[in-house]
């Protein structure tokens, strides 16, 4: 089966601007995870989805990042404005079953 | 608060030395216990859970809840073992974040 994707891959933005990334969870999955890896540091849960309802949002910076699953299948989320400690790598995953959750290759973001 | 402390950065092991991959938590309830493997220019992937007890790629893990301990054992590494682990407890159904550790990263030394 194909895997998460993510687009892009690598990103580099200016502090103050805005960026988007787009995941494509693997096909039948509802369940959809965002989260956040900073350099040194495991995975963090920003959002997770239950087809297009959000289940657990606790840890997403609510005043800078939101997160759409529109349709129940594709997501993005977006970051508006960029600070710099938002460098990181953006990962989503998904999920059948709530339980063993696949990774997508992971979005590079680099804030200057 | 939900706690993970895998207390090693970095490990280096000999090509057929027995590996042990640390990892502590501190959790409210029942966590079900998970580690996840990074191979390099791989993906993130679940390597085994606990609930299964299963020997993944000659991997074991043995949940001891009075240490709050879930450490990775295996007795005689491989090269193709080196990469990143992280260990991930989560709550039950229903609340099942995964939180992760920091991360070991092992190396195998031919």
């Known amino acids: 089966e194909a895997g998460v994707a993510q687009s892009p891959r690598y990103k580099i933005i200016e502090k103050r601007q805005s960026v988007a990334f787009w995941c494509n969870p693997i096909?039948?999955?509802?369940?959809l995870y965002w989260y956040q890896q900073i350099l040194g540091q495991g995975p963090k849960l920003l959002i997770q989805f239950q087809n297009n309802g959000v289940v657990d949002d606790s840890q997403l910076p609510k005043d800078r990042f939101s997160a759409e699953r529109l349709k129940g299948v594709d997501s993005t989320l977006k970051i508006q404005p960029a600070k710099l400690e938002d460098s990181a790598v953006y990962l989503c995953?998904?999920?059948?079953?709530?339980?063993?959750?696949?990774f997508g290759p992971g979005t590079r973001l680099t804030v200057t | 608060a939900q706690r993970v402390t895998q207390p090693e950065k970095l490990l280096s092991v000999f090509k057929g030395a027995p590996v042990e991959l640390k990892c502590n938590y501190s959790y409210s309830g029942s966590p079900e216990l998970f580690w996840y493997v990074q191979y390099s220019r791989q993906r993130l992937q679940l390597l085994l859970r606990h609930i299964s007890r299963e020997s993944i790629k000659g991997f074991t893990a043995d949940l001891n809840k009075g240490e709050t301990s879930f450490h990775l054992k295996k007795p005689f590494a491989q090269e193709e073992d080196s990469a990143m682990y992280y260990c991930?407890?989560?709550?039950?159904?229903?609340?099942?974040?995964?939180?992760f550790g920091t991360g070991t990263r092992l190396t195998i030394i031919p």
């Open positions: 991930a407890p989560s709550g039950n159904f229903g609340n099942e974040k995964l939180t």
């Open positions: 995953a998904s999920s059948s079953d709530r339980v063993e959750q696949y």
């Open positions: 096909s039948g999955h509802a369940t």
